[in-house]
């Protein structure tokens, strides 16, 4: 059973995972070709800080960094995509419950299972929340909401699917797995 992290480390996750956000948001964030949306490799850090600290961290560090994102480079924040961010944080989060990368466990078994929340988590927010709210919220047109959503959802999946990955694979690998050391008498 993965370890559960304590309110003081979610709080300070979220704190360090909002921040990093921005800055991937900002320097990390390559331009797609449709307008307004960019291939983000913002999202692997989501998944990661979501899969350590769980699904109320996730949350809040996809809706406290993408506001804070787009107030600072862009005026405002563009709620319908909020949400979405939000959305995939809390969705990836809840993988942690059956994932015990911080116990040193990511074999395939939690490969499979973190990229199907993670799939399920951007197609939610990305082919259903933010372009229904898009139109909901500020009256955008119809296909091109759906085409933005569809592009950043495609590439967010992808980006999370390798990057994502990678990064847990490694993280486990710097863990030691629970029960493995035992005391010489």
């Known amino acids: 059973m993965a370890r559960k992290a304590s309110s003081v480390e979610q709080v300070v996750a979220v704190g360090i995972g909002a921040a990093l956000f921005v800055v991937l948001g900002r320097f990390g964030s390559i331009p797609s070709g449709i307008p307004d949306t960019n291939i983000e490799t913002t999202y692997v850090l989501l998944a990661l800080f979501a899969v350590l600290y769980g699904p109320l961290a996730g949350l809040l560090t996809g809706l406290i960094g993408h506001t804070l994102k787009d107030a600072i480079f862009y005026g405002a924040p563009w709620f319908s995509w909020v949400v979405g961010s939000a959305l995939v944080g809390l969705i990836i989060g809840l993988a942690s419950r059956k994932i015990d990368v911080r116990d040193g466990e990511f074999g395939t078994k939690e490969l499979i299972r973190f990229n199907l929340y993670q799939i399920v988590a951007n197609a939610a927010a990305w082919f259903v929340a933010a372009p229904v709210l898009d139109i909901v919220i500020y009256a955008e047109p119809v296909n091109k909401v759906f085409t933005q959503g569809l ?30 050391l035992t005391r010489e008498l």
């Open 151 to 180: 592009v950043a959802g495609l590439s967010n999946i992808v980006t999370v699917a390798v990057l994502g990955s990678l990064l847990l694979a490694a993280y486990a690998k710097t863990r030691t797995p629970q029960g493995s």
